[in-house]
T-cell receptor, first 112, second 117 residues
């Protein structure tokens, strides 16, 4: 069964550094999402992406965040200048029209 | 604004007991979707069910069943004859269909279920 793939599984970065989290959505999916989950807390929506543009973003998704779909397969989340509070698990999800979202296994981001 | 409440933070039951996880939601939309996801200790999010707001029929899938009641804005999840492998955090989630195509998920805070052997 096709899966959403996220790399790396764990990323450790110094505060203030840029980080790029990568996702390969399921190939025939059209809608893409990033969510984050701070340790022990609920999963929070960050941004949705469709037709090569952001369709909605949350208050969390400030100017430090950006998303890109640089080619036909990858979907990336960039954090420009990381802060300690960016430490979380980041989940990528994708879906087809009128179908549920399928999540990747997540990238655990640790900011030192 | 949409909101999902899972009042049960943690539940522990002995193996083979039945357990029900509660979920209450708020939305102004007439068309929406409700979901349950399972997060095992390994951390991934596993899709369990998606229910359309117009379909109030209860659903059963093996040991799992879901009770959707619009009158009380609840979408409860029952595990029958629980097993140790059911130990996980379970999240209820909601998406509104009015924002065409987007359907971002709003999650509850989750219920940590521990099955005691």
């Amino acid at each position: 069964e096709p899966e959403v793939t996220q790399t790396p599984s764990h990323q450790v970065t110094q505060m203030g550094q840029e980080v790029i989290l990568r996702c390969v959505p399921i190939s025939n999916h059209l809608y893409f999402y990033w969510y984050r989950q701070i340790l022990g807390q609920k999963v929070e929506f960050l941004v949705s992406f469709y037709n090569n543009e952001i369709s909605e973003k949350s208050e969390i998704f400030d100017d430090q965040f950006s998303v890109e779909r640089p080619d036909g397969s990858n979907f990336t989340l960039k954090i420009r200048s990381t802060k300690l509070e960016d430490s979380a698990m980041y989940f990528c999800a994708s879906r087809r029209p009128n179908q549920p979202q399928h999540f990747g296994d997540g990238t655990r981001l640790s900011i030192l | 604004a949409q909101k999902v409440t899972q009042a049960q933070t943690e539940i522990s039951v002995v193996e083979k007991e039945d357990v029900t996880l509660d979920c209450v939601y708020e939305t102004r939309d007439t068309t929406y979707y409700l979901f349950w996801y399972k997060q095992p200790p390994s951390g991934e999010l596993v899709f369990l069910i998606r229910r359309n707001s117009f379909d109030e029929q209860n659903e059963i899938s093996g040991r799992y069943s879901w009770n959707f009641q619009k009158s009380t804005s609840s979408f409860n999840f029952t595990i029958t004859a629980s097993q140790v492998v059911d130990s996980a955090v379970y999240f209820c989630a909601l998406s509104e269909a009015s924002n065409f195509g987007n359907e971002k998920l709003t999650f509850g805070t989750g219920t940590r279920l521990t099955i005691i052997p």
